[in-house]
């Protein structure tokens, strides 16, 4: 089993940075992919990058550019530094792990609210 616990929403104004984490605890050599994924008010959950145990690397559209997602082996914790946010990047995000067998572990998501 693995837990995941995600910290860093809040509200910011447009332009504006917020970096997010999230730390995994329990069987954390079984995960081999990490990642952020978002979901807005009437739309469905995207993911937003995830990055592999061999550090590749996977952006959607809607971040390139502007979010970068990078870990912290030593805190077993993936970080996602998003920059010049705007208001359609308000959603909530969640944390995912993937695991070798096929699980897939999800963390309660945290807000992000982008409005002036």
């Known amino acids: 089993q693995v837990q995941l616990v995600e910290s860093g929403g809040g509200l910011v104004q447009p332009g504006g940075s917020l970096r997010l984490s999230c730390a995994a605890s329990?069987?954390?050599?079984?995960?081999?992919?990490m990642g952020w994924y978002r979901q807005a008010p009437g739309k469905e959950r995207e993911l937003v990058a995830s990055?592999?145990?061999?550090?590749?690397?996977n952006y959607a559209d809607s971040g390139k550019g502007r979010f970068t997602i990078s870990r912290d082996n030593a805190k077993n914790t993936v970080y996602l530094q998003m920059n010049s946010l705007k208001p359609d990047d308000t959603a909530v995000y969640s944390c995912n792990a993937d695991d070798w067998s096929g699980e897939h572990y999800w963390g309660k998501g945290t807000l992000v609210t982008v409005s002036s």
């Open positions: 329990g069987s954390i050599c079984t995960i081999y992919r």
């Open positions: 990055i592999t145990r061999s550090n590749s690397i």
